[in-house]
């Protein structure tokens, strides 16, 4: 999957697969950690947050399983 750079104090790059939902955000550790079931809203959302660090914690890591988790 192709992520996108992003400007963030802990994440590194971020992807997403509209066909199987699924998110995958690199951090700045170089860990990868995909999400399941993450519909375009909330990527599109985290694209355009202003702190994507704080969306992931809010929103994403409380709401969808993911591997490696």
């Known amino acids: 999957m192709n992520r996108t750079p992003v400007s963030s104090s802990n ?3 971020i992807g997403y ?3 199987s939902l699924i998110l995958e955000v690199e951090f700045n550790n ?3 950690y995909q ?3 993450v519909p375009q809203g909330i ?4 694209m355009s ?5 704080s969306y ?4 994403i890591k409380k709401q969808f399983r ?4």
Do not use: W
Not at 43 to 46: F, G, I, K, N, T
Not at 49 to 53: A, D, E, F, L, T
Not at 56 to 59: D, E, F, G, I, P
Not at 66 to 69: D, E, K, L, Q, V
């Open 11 to 13: 994440l590194a790059s």
């Open 17 to 19: 697969d509209a066909e």
């Open 30 to 32: 170089g860990r990868v």
């Open 35 to 37: 999400y399941f079931e």
């Open 43 to 46: 990527y599109d959302e985290l």
């Open 49 to 53: 947050s202003s702190s994507k660090g």
């Open 56 to 59: 992931m914690n809010s929103v």
């Open 66 to 69: 993911c591997s490696p988790c």
